[in-house]
């Protein structure tokens, strides 16, 4: 079996969906945006929804799923589809009652959550208040997206890839007709935002449970939580938590921190993560979901040797697509940045903070991407001690860095914090593969090392770009959207050419699946 082609193929699956989902994503901010700009209120909707987000991603799609996934591959592969379906049941009824408690308590200690995630908000009674009341809506976000993590899981372990990667879309859509509602009957726009993101999570539970029924995977009441799976699951999840979870803990001690800063500083370091995350979860996110399931396969099997080609060839993969992404974050987000949020309520001064932000993040691109690729092989093996480990020692790192850069930097000082702490966690986490798995980690660094010639032109034809076709924020959207256009669209041209000059494999690959499906 090629695992390699399995690999791109559904990186690239997952990657077209999750494409559709983040470019409905910048409809959504731009969206905000406009409304919202980066005042007291945006601040208040994204503190509060941060909060369920943050827990989303720490226990939903990041300990739950890893710790799920090996499991239920196991299962399913050794004893069949109906003992899977059984497990799956199990998991989503266990998972159920324990998000409904989570919920309650979130909800009712509402005041106590904020205090705790942005203590600093505490000195304006109406952000306090709108936060509080915000948080209070959205917080039942958690129990439906973590269900959908759950499902996602499932499907992602029968290979299939697209509905987990779409499922955003519905998010994305829900929030801007909640906006457009609230305004058009003149309430108050920041709730229809929130009561848009409730929306969203049923809408993409359903849609999961659509397509579980399609693979015949049942899923009933079941209470047996004494299953030996259940047991196995529970005891990888604890520790996965901060394992994998890591990257949501840093941007969590961003926001706690940036809540002593100025007004509009939690809302610049959102903007500027939202387009971080744009690459990061069309290709990083889209390989490490499609590399978990595979690595368990081969795990399961026994194949050592492909494990070890198969991550060889992801991280070569991923580096080949996030090296790039991350100049041009760098070399032209700024342009990219006024495209989607100047306008209303969002003004120059906020342009540049958010731009600052975006290039202090923008550094570790290609750190928090490899973290997604790394970690699952941990998990393939269940070994959840060293992500613990080093996840512990690069939060320390984080929180340090960021007190010290705080003062003199503000919101860039805290984005360069986020960026250093995952540097130190990837390196070590790559570092530590050899104690249990044949790893050749300089075969890595001279594949990076390899891409510098491409990387040195894609600079070159950013700055030259800029320099020729000048970019002003007074051009309408038609001008600017056909400048991004241009400006990307040449870039990856010079890119691609020099990394066929340069003979790496992987562009080939991509080639040659693109063209068959198109």
């Given at each position: 079996?090629?695992?390699?082609?399995i690999?791109?193929?559904?990186?690239?699956?997952?990657?077209?969906?999750?494409?559709?989902?983040?470019?409905?994503?910048f409809?959504?901010d731009?969206?905000?945006?406009?409304?919202?700009?980066?005042g007291?209120?945006?601040d208040?909707?994204?503190v509060?929804f941060?909060?369920?987000?943050?827990?989303?991603?720490?226990?939903?799609?990041?300990?739950?799923?890893?710790?799920?996934?090996?499991?239920?591959?196991?299962?399913?592969?050794?004893?069949?589809r109906?003992?899977?379906s059984?497990i799956?049941?199990i998991?989503?009824?266990?998972?159920?009652?324990?998000?409904?408690l989570i919920?309650?308590?979130?909800?009712?200690?509402s005041?106590?959550?904020?205090?705790?995630?942005a203590?600093?908000?505490?000195?304006?009674?109406?952000?306090?208040?709108?936060?509080?009341?915000?948080n209070?809506?959205?917080?039942?976000?958690?129990?439906?997206?973590s269900?959908?993590?759950?499902?996602?899981?499932?499907l992602?372990?029968?290979?299939?890839?697209?509905?987990?990667?779409?499922?955003?879309?519905?998010l994305?859509?829900?929030?801007?007709?909640?906006a457009?509602?609230?305004a058009?009957?003149g309430?108050?726009?920041?709730?229809?935002?929130?009561?848009g993101?409730?929306?969203?999570?049923?809408?993409?539970?359903?849609?999961?449970?659509?397509?579980?029924?399609?693979f015949?995977?049942?899923?009933?009441?079941?209470?047996?939580?004494?299953?030996?799976?259940?047991?196995?699951?529970?005891?990888?999840m604890g520790?996965?938590i901060?394992?994998?979870?890591?990257?949501?803990?840093?941007?969590?001690?961003?926001?706690?921190?940036a809540?002593?800063?100025?007004s509009?500083?939690?809302?610049?370091?959102?903007?500027?993560?939202?387009?971080?995350?744009?690459?990061l979860?069309i290709?990083?996110?889209?390989?490490?979901?499609?590399?978990?399931?595979i690595?368990?396969?081969?795990?399961?099997?026994?194949?050592?040797q492909?494990?070890?080609?198969?991550?060889?060839?992801?991280?070569?993969?991923?580096?080949?697509?996030?090296?790039?992404a991350?100049?041009?974050?760098?070399?032209g987000g700024?342009p990219?940045?006024?495209?989607?949020?100047e306008r209303g309520?969002f003004?120059?001064?906020?342009?540049?903070n958010v731009?600052?932000?975006?290039?202090g993040?923008?550094?570790?691109?290609?750190?928090?991407?490899?973290?997604?690729?790394?970690?699952?092989?941990?998990?393939?093996?269940?070994?959840?001690?060293l992500?613990?480990?080093?996840?512990f020692?690069?939060?320390?790192v984080?929180?340090?860095?960021?007190?010290?850069?705080?003062?003199p930097?503000?919101?860039?000082?805290?984005?360069?914090?986020?960026?250093?702490?995952?540097?130190f966690?990837f390196?070590?986490?790559?570092?530590?593969?050899?104690?249990?798995i044949t790893?050749?980690?300089?075969?890595?660094?001279?594949?990076?090392?390899?891409?510098?010639?491409?990387?040195?032109?894609?600079?070159?034809?950013?700055?030259?770009?800029?320099?020729?076709?000048?970019?002003?924020?007074d051009?309408?959207?038609?001008?600017?959207?056909?400048?991004i256009?241009?400006m990307i669209?040449?870039?990856?041209?010079?890119?691609?050419?020099?990394c066929?000059?340069?003979k790496?494999?992987?562009?080939?690959?991509?080639?040659i699946?693109i063209r068959r499906?198109?």
């Amino acid at each position: 079996m090629n695992y390699n082609k399995i690999v791109t193929k559904a990186a690239l699956v997952m990657g077209s969906s999750t494409f559709i989902s983040r470019i409905l994503g910048f409809l959504r901010d731009m969206v905000i945006a406009n409304y919202l700009g980066t005042g007291f209120r945006a601040d208040a909707f994204f503190v509060a929804f941060r909060i369920p987000n943050f827990l989303r991603r720490l226990f939903g799609e990041g300990s739950l799923t890893a710790s799920f996934i090996p499991v239920f591959t196991q299962y399913y592969t050794q004893q069949g589809r109906e003992e899977g379906s059984r497990i799956a049941s199990i998991s989503f009824t266990l998972l159920t009652i324990t998000l409904i408690l989570i919920t309650f308590f979130g909800i009712y200690f509402s005041e106590e959550v904020v205090k705790l995630i942005a203590p600093g908000f505490s000195e304006d009674i109406t952000k306090f208040t709108l936060t509080v009341n915000l948080n209070k809506i959205m917080f039942s976000y958690i129990l439906f997206i973590s269900l959908v993590a759950l499902c996602m899981g499932i499907l992602n372990s029968l290979k299939h890839f697209f509905a987990p990667a779409i499922s955003p879309a519905l998010l994305n859509i829900s929030i801007i007709l909640g906006a457009f509602f609230a305004a058009f009957s003149g309430q108050n726009i920041v709730y229809g935002v929130a009561w848009g993101v409730v929306g969203g999570g049923i809408l993409q539970l359903s849609l999961q449970m659509i397509y579980l029924k399609k693979f015949d995977i049942k899923i009933t009441p079941n209470f047996n939580f004494r299953h030996n799976a259940i047991k196995k699951i529970l005891n990888l999840m604890g520790p996965s938590i901060l394992g994998l979870g890591i990257t949501q803990i840093n941007i969590f001690i961003g926001t706690l921190i940036a809540s002593f800063l100025p007004s509009g500083t939690v809302s610049y370091l959102y903007y500027a993560d939202r387009l971080i995350q744009f690459p990061l979860g069309i290709f990083a996110v889209s390989i490490g979901s499609a590399l978990l399931p595979i690595l368990s396969e081969q795990q399961v099997k026994t194949d050592t040797q492909s494990m070890i080609q198969t991550m060889n060839y992801s991280l070569k993969l991923l580096f080949l697509i996030t090296i790039p992404a991350m100049i041009g974050l760098i070399f032209g987000g700024k342009p990219i940045l006024s495209l989607l949020f100047e306008r209303g309520e969002f003004d120059e001064i906020a342009l540049k903070n958010v731009y600052s932000a975006l290039i202090g993040y923008s550094v570790a691109l290609w750190a928090y991407s490899g973290i997604r690729v790394v970690i699952p092989l941990f998990y393939a093996f269940k070994n959840t001690k060293l992500p613990v480990k080093v996840g512990f020692y690069a939060l320390i790192v984080n929180i340090l860095v960021s007190l010290i850069l705080m003062k003199p930097l503000f919101h860039l000082g805290l984005a360069l914090a986020t960026s250093i702490s995952s540097i130190f966690n990837f390196i070590i986490l790559l570092c530590f593969l050899k104690t249990f798995i044949t790893f050749d980690i300089r075969d890595i660094f001279k594949y990076i090392l390899k891409l510098t010639f491409p990387s040195s032109i894609l600079i070159f034809t950013l700055i030259i770009y800029q320099k020729i076709f000048l970019f002003s924020a007074d051009y309408n959207l038609i001008i600017k959207s056909l400048y991004i256009i241009g400006m990307i669209f040449i870039s990856v041209i010079s890119y691609f050419w020099s990394c066929y000059i340069t003979k790496i494999e992987e562009i080939k690959n991509l080639t040659i699946w693109i063209r068959r499906k198109f």
